[in-house]
């Protein structure tokens, strides 16, 4: 996750390092028994201080009281006076809740750090970097990341008094999400998965797109799919995160079809402000476990043609012969000329079902302009019998139908 660093938000600091943790034994340790002698409360944004800065406060953000236990120091006085900020980065996050308090001790600063690396080891945590700094009073830092959630994060930093002790800054950061809506989860059961996934390319300077299609209509595939979406807890409203740069593969649509042909649609965007979204509600934090979902079952698409012998042309509406197909991954696709003769073209189950209608995206794509260009659908069948339907065309259409298992 990115994170913003609060005086460089403020253009005064400049960072002179970020490294690994240091591996040296500390002279004053803990017990190995946790010892949380302070409780932080936390308090929805940044703390006075720092409100000014980005990226404010979501309306949703949970309000209930927040609070963290975490080690104290020995003998540490707490200060009324902040010698500095103790928050020197955050995640630019507007569900982020913070606390902070200050101490001062006559132990030196390497003392105090190695105590505390040990103190917070032995309470839950671990270490996830260090910092130092030149332009701050608190001159060196360690991120300690909470092992039972991954939400909270405690930025200590520590600097030397005037009298050669320690101050010891706390810095309690936590992304607290609204609850996941009941509307933001699928309710099935469903008979087909259709999903659309746009692809780039950059050719001549130039970005290239195009979108390739797929259909589940596989029972347990689909209930990955679905088990997989509603399995998903961080919700949100407001986004202020970059969660990754530009992606060349990027976004999906995906709609989920019931038997009795109602749909429910997903969207999943990678990148920046967005996230995973059920019928419009919201956003999801996907971990990977959806995209990565959607990008094996697209790629099937990309798999050696293994040909079956079914290649055939009409010219006006037509029907073909019943076909007995197996289980496995084909491509069924069409193509048809002048453009826009022929408004239904099917792969049909003998339930009348419409596995998959080619003409329902034909004349979205850019690419596409009739004639000798191969458009259709992955498909992912269970055994069954099948047939191609061409029963909304034009007299002078000419068409043809194409259908290769690429896949077992």
């Known amino acids: ?15 002179l390092s970020f490294g690994a943790m240091g591996s040296a ?45 975490v080690p104290l120091y020995p003998g540490a006085r707490s200060l009324a006076q902040f010698v500095a900020s103790a928050i020197p980065e955050y995640p630019p996050d507007p569900y982020l809740q913070t606390g902070v308090a200050e101490y001062q001790t006559a132990g030196s600063v390497d003392i105090v750090q190695a105590w505390y ?13 260090s910092m130092t700094t030149n332009a701050s009073a608190l001159t060196s830092g360690i991120t300690f990341a909470s ?9 200590m930093t520590f600097g ?31 008979s087909a998965v259709h999903i659309a996934l746009r692809r780039a390319m950059v050719q001549k300077g130039q970005l290239v797109s195009h979108i390739v299609r797929s259909t589940v209509i596989a029972r347990p595939l689909i209930t990955q799919f679905v088990q997989s979406i509603n399995a998903l807890t961080g919700y949100y409203t407001v986004s202020g995160n970059c969660r990754g740069g530009l992606r060349l593969v990027n976004p999906a ?14 969207y999943e ?4 402000g967005e996230g995973l979204s059920v019928n419009g509600v919201g956003w999801l934090m996907d971990d990977g476990r959806v995209w990565n979902l959607i990008g094996r079952v697209v790629k099937q698409q990309e798999a050696k043609p293994l ?38 073209l099917a792969l049909v189950g003998t339930n009348g079902y419409h596995v998959a209608d080619i003409t329902n995206f034909v004349p979205h794509l850019p690419h596409f302009k009739g004639g000798a260009r191969w458009t259709g659908w992955t498909l992912h069948l269970v055994p069954g019998i099948y047939r191609v339907e061409g029963q909304k065309v034009s007299g002078t259409c000419n068409w043809s139908v194409r259908l290769e298992r690429t896949a077992p």
């Open 117 to 129: 690396r040990k103190a917070f080891v032995a309470c839950g945590w671990r270490s996830a970097g």
């Open 25 to 69: 034994a500390p002279p004053v340790s803990a017990t190995g028994v946790c010892s949380a002698g302070l409780v932080l409360t936390l308090h929805p944004g940044l703390p006075a201080s720092m409100q000014h800065l980005p990226p404010g406060i979501a309306r949703d953000i949970p309000r209930a009281p927040v609070s963290v236990s």
């Open 269 to 272: 965007s990678q990148g920046c």
């Open 253 to 266: 649509w995906l709609s989920f079809v019931r038997r009795d042909g109602s749909v429910a649609y997903a």
């Open 307 to 344: 040909p079956l012998p079914f290649l055939h042309s009409w010219h006006g509406p037509g029907l073909s012969a019943w076909v007995r197909l197996g289980a496995g991954t084909y491509d069924f696709s069409a193509r048809y000329h002048p453009l826009g003769c022929a408004t239904d």
């Open 147 to 155: 092992i039972d959630n991954h939400n909270l994060t405690m930025e």
């Open 1 to 15: 996750m990115k994170r913003m660093s609060s005086l460089a938000a403020a253009s005064i600091l400049v960072l």
């Open 160 to 190: 030397d008094t005037p009298s050669s002790g320690a101050y010891i800054a706390y810095g309690a950061e936590e992304l607290t999400y609204p609850p996941r809506p009941a509307s933001s989860y699928l309710r099935g059961p469903f």
